[in-house]
């Protein structure tokens, strides 16, 4: 998918009002968890930002108001040049000191041995945390914005996703973080069997749709998400479009990243298991987290814990 295919998407999820509602609603309830109204004004902040961007989509889909809009909004109101902003100050804060920890609790019971790769680090804010931890992390990326508090740990610069060149059995687990619905289509084959070459244990959390209704937890976890419920409640074609706009509002206008690679790559639970037995392993866990509490941006997320064949 292009880039102007991407935005493309992103306006047509705009002019969805089951879509917009539920995603407004979602990064509301994200922001309610770390933002005090009477202190700062996320909410109307999240308003004023939806309203301007499903207004210039209502009438035709305008790719290029997209684009131009979000410049603004990095500039005008999440103020990406100012890091004492009070959004940039606290969502800072929640990803170097916050999330770390809500990963690293979940992580501990799933992340086989000692060496960790994470692929596609981000921030790094996870990779600093799991090193504290006493694991062996090293880090990669095709992109280099990692945070301080990250910068020390081994890092390798990939020309594409595809560069991964660590030997055979490097590492004992591959993290693979929200990362593999970044990766183009003709590209994810080659991702996984390399990165099942180079760690025994691949760990992967995506943003998924069209969930089983017998997969195990999902009926207690939507019990008590109402967001999933709600979520799940859609047709699977708007489930798509809730996956796209949010990642698109995370990483190109709240983390400000409007040139990170979104193809969109979003996979159903039962296509997630077909493309990782297609390309040598074996999913031997399926975790429904959904739209937890303690994430400022939530969405539909799902852990697969995945085995290399030979392992077996």
């Known amino acids: 998918m292009s880039h102007n295919q991407t935005l493309q998407a992103v306006c047509q999820a705009l002019r969805s009002p089951a879509v917009t509602a539920l995603v407004r609603a979602t990064v509301k309830a994200g922001?309610?968890?770390?933002?005090?109204?009477?202190?700062?004004?996320?909410?109307?902040?999240?308003?004023?930002?939806?309203?301007?961007?499903?207004?210039?989509?209502?009438?035709?889909?305008?790719?290029?108001?997209?684009?131009?809009?979000?410049?603004?909004?990095?500039?005008?109101?999440?103020?990406?040049?100012?890091?004492?902003?009070?959004?940039?100050?606290?969502?800072?804060?929640?990803?170097?000191?916050?999330?770390?920890?809500?990963?690293?609790?979940?992580?501990?019971?799933?992340?086989?041995g000692e060496r960790v790769l994470d692929y596609g680090c981000g921030s790094g804010y996870l990779s600093a945390r799991l090193a504290r931890g006493g694991y062996a992390v090293s880090?990669?990326?095709?992109?280099?914005?990692?945070?301080?508090?990250?910068?020390?740990?081994?890092?390798?610069?990939?020309?594409?996703?595809?560069?991964?060149?660590?030997?055979?059995?490097?590492?004992?687990?591959?993290?693979?973080?929200?990362?593999?619905?970044?990766?183009?289509?003709?590209?994810?084959?080659?991702?996984?069997?390399?990165?099942?070459?180079?760690?025994?244990?691949?760990?992967?959390?995506?943003?998924?749709?069209?969930?089983?209704a017998d997969l195990p937890g999902l009926a207690e976890t939507a019990a008590v998400q109402p967001l999933l419920s709600a979520f799940l409640d859609l047709p699977q074609a708007q489930q798509f479009q809730v996956l796209a706009l949010i990642d698109y509002y995370a990483n190109a206008i709240a983390q400000g990243v409007?040139?990170?690679?979104?193809?969109?790559?979003?996979?159903?639970?039962?296509?997630?298991?077909?493309?990782?037995?297609?390309?040598?392993?074996?999913?031997e866990r399926t975790l429904v987290a959904g739209f937890e509490p303690g994430r400022m941006h939530k969405t539909c997320h799902v852990w697969f814990v995945c085995v290399r064949k030979d392992n077996l």
């Not at 030997?167 to 687990?173: G, I, L, M, Q, V």
């Not at 990362?179 to 992967?204: F, G, K, N």
């Not at 040139?259 to 040598?280: A, D, L």
């Open 31 to 112: 922001y309610q968890e770390y933002f005090l109204p009477q202190e700062y004004p996320a909410g109307e902040m999240v308003d004023r930002t939806f309203d301007r961007l499903e207004q210039e989509q209502k009438h035709a889909i305008r790719s290029d108001k997209l684009s131009a809009t979000t410049q603004h909004l990095l500039q005008d109101t999440f103020k990406k040049g100012e890091a004492e902003f009070w959004f940039n100050r606290i969502y800072h804060y929640y990803k170097t000191v916050l999330k770390p920890e809500t990963d690293y609790a979940q992580l501990r019971a799933l992340i086989h």
């Open 139 to 212: 880090t990669t990326d095709v992109m280099e914005y990692r945070y301080a508090e990250a910068r020390h740990l081994p890092f390798t610069q990939m020309t594409s996703p595809t560069d991964i060149t660590y030997p055979e059995d490097s590492f004992d687990t591959a993290l693979v973080q929200a990362v593999l619905h970044h990766i183009d289509p003709e590209d994810l084959p080659t991702v996984i069997q390399r990165l099942s070459r180079a760690a025994r244990v691949l760990v992967v959390k995506e943003d998924s749709y069209g969930l089983p």
């Open 258 to 283: 409007p040139e990170m690679n979104m193809p969109f790559g979003f996979k159903t639970v039962p296509e997630w298991w077909q493309t990782f037995e297609e390309n040598g392993l074996r999913v």
